[in-house]
């Protein structure tokens, strides 16, 4: 899976939660929250399913790994955390560009609109 595909399927699943949500965010709308508290609100929403996503690759990763080391002979016996560390800093950077997209889109629906 590319990067982009990744971005795109962080971005559609974002999008999908925000419509589902959409009622909801018109009503704190309507009841006075402001475009930042809207903003954070879909951001951090995103970001915690990436990272939980990371999280869960990681261990899995790390874990298949160890698993391969005792199998083969020294070739994956020397694991390092750097690699993993890095490829999470720059998923969990993909993915707050991917949840900006729906989150700028709801921030800009008037509350009359979200909640027909």
Do not use: N
Request: with cysteine; net charge positive.
């Amino acid at each position: 899976m590319t990067h982009a595909s990744m971005e795109m399927g962080l971005q559609a699943a974002t999008a999908y939660d925000v419509s589902q949500r959409e009622k909801e965010i018109g009503i704190r709308k309507a009841l006075g929250a402001d475009r930042r508290a809207v903003l954070g609100l879909v951001l951090r929403g995103g970001l915690q399913m990436a990272v939980v996503g990371v999280l869960a690759a990681a261990l899995l990763a790390f874990a298949s790994a160890r698993i391969a080391g005792g199998l083969c002979c020294s070739v994956f016996r020397r694991t390092t955390r750097s690699p993993y560390g890095g490829l999470g800093a720059l998923l969990v950077g993909l993915a707050a560009a991917a949840a900006y997209l729906p989150a700028r889109r709801v921030t800009a629906l008037s509350p009359v609109d979200a909640l027909r």
